[in-house]
Nanobody
Framework: QVQLVESGGGSVQAGGSTRLACVASEISFGMTMAWFRQAPGQEREGVASICNGGGTSYADSAKGRFSISQDSGKNTVYLQMNSLKPEDTATYYC?????????????????WGQGTQVTVSS
């Protein structure tokens, strides 16, 4: 059982930046850590993923603006979000899956955090 706890987010003005953090109880080699987001009335969508021991993957909406990174010593995964837009407003969830994959669908992931709200105002 992997526990995930997100932090960060809050209210940001358009064009601003914020960083989300996800502390995991463990991150095993080959495990994929990812960030998903869900806006009201919308399906949960992948934002970015990082495979422990592998590479990163981004949704088109995140490319060039968001950056996912991992601090293995702290079992923490970060999502740096720059040039934020109102359409980035959503609840952001940290997820962990047992396989090394490139982002994938929510069904691929086994463990989820409770989510953290990001609101971008224009």
């Amino acid at each position: 059982q992997v526990q995930l706890v997100e932090s960060g987010g809050g209210s940001v003005q358009a064009g601003g930046s914020t960083r989300l953090a996800c502390v995991a109880s463990e991150i095993s080699f080959g495990m994929t850590m990812a960030w998903f987001r869900q806006a009201p009335g919308q399906e949960r969508e992948g934002v970015a993923s990082i495979c422990n021991g592998g590479g990163t993957s981004y949704a088109d909406s995140a490319k060039g603006r968001f950056s996912i990174s991992q601090d293995s010593g702290k079992n923490t995964v970060y999502l740096q979000m720059n040039s934020l837009k109102p359409e980035d407003t959503a609840t952001y969830y940290c997820a962990a899956g047992p396989l090394c994959i490139a982002l994938g669908s929510p069904q691929t992931y086994t463990y989820w955090g409770q989510g953290t709200q990001v609101t971008v105002s224009s």
